[in-house]
């Protein structure tokens, strides 16, 4: 199994444009998530899913959009990227188990810098 | 919100030396996790606990949810343990009425040959 695949590693933007960074899990986990980690901060959630077709704001959301049209694939997009955005972007995803407390997957990251 | 705090923030050892990570938090929580991320790499998680005690290899995290503490402990170190171990509680949000999961910042181990 490959878990939680996040592409692509790395790439640079420059202000004003868009992308979408794709995230892949083959553990047909129910919950999926999109966290950005900046330097000195905790970990922030930015959208959520809870299954297919559905999608929910986290606690930074403005500047992001995310569909999850597949239960396999969760995918963030930024329409007009900006400098704050720079950031290391994490998807993860869990099991519906465990009575709410299952553990979460983390793919490797994407590193993100916009100039 | 669930106010998460680590401590220390980073933390030197001589390989073999006993580790320990401390974890507040100022709700009651469901469940806490402790992550270890390598540098450059991805995050991965150690334990998932909601009470007592739990072990795995040299690593071994304890809670207690009276005290609103986690503490992760590694034994005898090894320079291969070097990364930053982040703690995380779930809990559920009243005013928002669903569970979250708070982040602290992480403690960033350097364990020495």
């Known amino acids: 199994n490959a878990g939680v695949t996040q592409t692509p590693k790395f790439r640079v933007l420059k202000t004003g444009q868009s992308m979408t960074l794709l995230c892949a899990q083959d553990?047909?986990?129910?919950?999926m998530y999109w966290y950005r980690q900046d330097p000195g901060m905790g970990l922030r959630l930015i959208h959520y899913?809870?299954?297919?077709?559905?999608?929910a704001k986290g606690e930074v959301p403005d500047g992001y959009n995310v569909s999850r049209l597949k239960k396999q694939n969760f995918l963030l997009g930024l329409e007009s990227a900006a400098p704050s955005q720079t950031s290391v972007y994490f998807c993860?995803?869990?099991?519906?188990?465990?009575?709410?407390?299952?553990?979460?997957?983390f793919g490797n990251g994407t590193r993100l810098t916009v100039t | 919100k669930n106010e998460v705090e680590q401590s220390p923030q980073n933390l030197t050892a001589q390989e073999g030396e006993f580790i320990t990570i401390n974890c507040s938090y100022s709700?009651?929580?469901?469940?806490l996790h402790w992550l270890q991320q390598h540098p450059g790499g991805g995050i991965v998680s150690l334990f998932m606990?909601?009470?007592g005690k739990k072990k795995h290899g040299r690593l071994i995290a304890t809670i207690n949810i009276q005290e609103k503490h986690s503490s992760l402990h590694i034994t005898a170190s090894h320079p291969r343990d070097s990364a930053v171990y982040i703690c995380?509680?779930?809990?559920?949000?009243?005013?928002?009425?669903?569970?979250?999961?708070?982040f602290g910042k992480g403690t960033l181990l350097t364990v020495n040959p």
């Open positions: 899913s809870v299954g297919e077709g559905t999608t």
């Open positions: 709700v009651g929580i469901s469940a």
């Open positions: 995380a509680v779930r809990y559920w949000d009243s005013g928002g009425s669903n569970y979250k999961l708070t």
């Open positions: 993860a995803s869990r099991s519906t188990g465990g009575g709410g407390n299952s553990p979460l997957h």
């Open positions: 553990m047909n986990h129910e919950y």
């Open positions: 606990l909601s009470s």
